[in-house]
């Protein structure tokens, strides 16, 4: 596609449920990236995939957070036992390498725990 | 770990004002990138500074890099509206990867 795709665009939860936030960044970019937005806040970095493999995880706030590349393309990042505090909005971005390249950020998806 | 203030958080204009936004860190900055965030929407990237005392134009736009390394900014003459959103600087870090965000500064500009 021409950018980077996120889906979906709300998503409506509640307290201690499963989500699944699916990410399609653009073809040919290597790299991709999750952060989490919060309100008036900039964006927070999550989670760093090369390829398939998770190369930087360390903003994955705690264990109930989890994101997968299994081809290399499209990412799903999963979030068990939903807490009213992961409210936010959940930004995919893609580059062709790492961020010393212009970094392509997705819609987002608006994650409300209720 | 690193982090990145920026100042002012709001700035109202009048159309045709000029407009500054600075981004200053304690410790040294690797690469700047500058983003705009329109309203209800996403990060758009602007431009990257690299070199110590670095300036990059883009029409009204005009971004400088401190000598030291350790702020920047983002200079908008002659406002207009469609210059509205926040806009976000960003450090890679060493990582060169990992984003560092401010938290932004809002731009609301009246007509």
């Known amino acids: 596609g021409a950018g980077v795709s996120q889906t979906p665009s709300n998503k409506v939860t509640e307290k201690g449920k499963y989500v699944e936030l699916r990410c399609d960044p653009i073809?040919?970019?290597?790299?991709l990236y999750w952060y989490r937005q919060s309100l008036g806040q900039g964006p927070e970095f999550l989670i760093y995939f090369q390829g398939t493999g998770a190369a930087d995880d360390s903003g994955l706030p705690n264990d109930r957070f989890f994101a997968v590349r299994p081809e290399g393309s499209v990412s799903t990042l999963k979030i068990q036992r939903t807490e009213r505090g992961d409210s936010a909005v959940y930004l995919c971005?893609?580059?062709?390498?790492?961020?010393?390249?212009?970094?392509?950020f997705g819609q987002g998806t608006r994650l409300t725990v209720v | 770990g690193q982090q990145v203030m920026q100042i002012p958080q709001y700035q109202h204009v009048q159309e045709g004002e000029d407009f500054t936004t600075y981004c200053n860190s304690s410790?040294?900055?690797?690469?700047i990138q500058w983003y705009k965030q329109r309203p209800g929407g996403h990060p758009v990237f602007l431009i990257q500074?690299?070199?110590?005392?670095e300036v990059k134009k883009q029409k009204r736009l005009t971004f400088q890099f401190g000598e030291a390394k350790k702020n920047s900014s983002l200079h908008i003459t002659a406002t207009q509206t469609t210059d509205v959103g926040t806009y976000f600087c960003?450090?890679?870090?060493?990582?060169?990867?990992?984003?560092?965000f401010g938290k932004g500064t809002l731009l609301t500009v009246n007509p």
């Open positions: 971005a893609s580059s062709r390498q790492g961020h010393g390249t212009e970094a392509f």
């Open positions: 410790t040294t900055l690797s690469n």
């Open positions: 073809s040919g970019h290597t790299a």
């Open positions: 500074l690299v070199k110590s005392g």
């Open positions: 960003a450090d890679s870090g060493g990582s060169n990867y990992k984003l560092t």
